[in-house]
């Protein structure tokens, strides 16, 4: 959340909400629960506390009605421009916080909403420079310390950012966005330990009982004689990923009972098969713990060292797969010439519902066009598009010479689509659900990451602890796909010339 300053400029306001350096996968909720100590300096219905209580929209229109009247109020302008940023209208909000800090620089607070806005366009040399004009005006702004620390990690430098989000915790131990922030560096630096148990500060914010949750939450354990229930946090590739640590976590107790999204139930049940699964759709069984998917490294003490079943650990259903395995072999027959096969996934999921993750959507997507090059390496390679969603459409339209094929009207869920993966040779892909699918399965998966990759591929790396069988192209700058392209243009060449990739068969098929 932006920082909203008080009207009276003699008054400074606490420390504020930064935008988490969250993606989908660790999603932190922006918005503060209950009064704020702020929310007492301002007056009711005003622009500033309608905006912290949450009505945006009316916040809005309250802070341009007071512009109407007073135009040239440089805080209003500030606190209406940090709103724009909620907005993801970040043009606009550049306009404005930049004419309300040419009527008065010796705001700290608009340095840091334009701070803010710079980070969010990815122009981080704009955003480190309006951070620093702020702490040249108020050195213990936690927001912009906090803030920018997440600049320097998205640029890779996690020491010096872990300097600056210290500091930020140490000015407001309270405050879950900057612990957040802090925990988010040290899992992007491999710190898993410290990380991990940094991370569970986010149900400060949004607790355990917004879940629905009401019993205690399992911190690693014995839990003989009771029942813990795991159940979905993030996306479907957070469920993927962190699926790997229930049996582990059955090992410490009684009975374990998993709550998952529908479209995984047949996959994780045939991977884990003395596990129970029931759907979100279901009622909850009785149970005695509760534990959020991703608090489980948290309670098993896992380190970067520690990660179990790198080499895969989700299992495809064998008769599907040799359903796809006769398909791929017709349109190989068909092709006429022996074919390399290789699966393409250009995009994720939307978010239009949490700003964070939808903007760390459209930064990890693009577009079938982007994959254009690839046509030019081997005509005897046949593409498949694993692409779902509104994208998908982009399949009809190959670039001009890629033989791509459409089979994803066959796909109902992620076990059709694990065992679609099974019967190819490769897996190109933007950092998605159809990727852990994929390395989960030790299937070989080419990843193209963006600039600001997440946390859970560590910087300066191409392999991952994680996945065994995964290889990271990470953007060499922001928004540029032209990089991972080329690299991985020149892997493919070389792939293609020797007609064959190994094979990783560990737990492929049950």
Partial sequence: MPHVRPREKSRVSPAGFPPSQDDKGLHVMSQPIGPSAEQTLHPQESGEALQLAGRLNEAAAAYRTRLEATPDDPITLSNYGGLLNEFSRFDDACAVLSRSLALDPSQPDAWSNL??????????????????????????????LSNLGVVLD????HDLAQKFHQVAVQL?????????????????????????????????????RSYGMTVPQWKGEDFQDLNLMIHTEGG????????????????RGGRVIVRARKELLTLLRQSFPEQIFFSEDDEVPPHDLQCPILSLPFALGTTLETIPSAGGFLRANAQKTSFWRERLHQDVAASGRHALRVGLVWAGAPHPEIQAAELANRRRSTDLS????????????????????????????????MNLIDHTPLLRDFSDTAAMVAALDLVIAVDTSTAHVAAGLGKPVWMLSRYDQCWRWLSGRTDSPWYDSLRLYQQAAPLDWSDPIRRICTDLRVLAAHSAIPQKQSGAMA
């Fill in 236 to 251: 479907f590739g957070d469920m993927i990923q962190f699926s790997r640590f229930i049996p582990f976590s059955a090992q």
């Fill in 115 to 144: 701070g803010n806005t710079f980070l969010h366009l990815q122009r981080y040399d704009d955003a480190t420079a309006a951070y620093r004009n702020c702490l040249q005006q108020n050195p213990a702004h936690a927001l912009a």
């Fill in 370 to 401: 982007t994959f254009a090059p690839l046509a030019d390496i081997d005509a005897g390679i046949l593409f498949y598009s694993l692409q779902i969603g509104d994208k998908s459409a982009q399949a009809r339209t190959p670039p001009a010479g």
């Fill in 172 to 208: 407001t131990p309270d405050n879950a966005k900057t612990r957040t922030n802090y925990a988010i560096s040290l899992l992007s630096h491999g710190d898993y330990l410290a990380g991990f148990r940094e991370y569970e500060w986010r149900w400060t914010t949004h607790s355990s």
């Fill in 154 to 157: 998205h640029r890779g430098a």
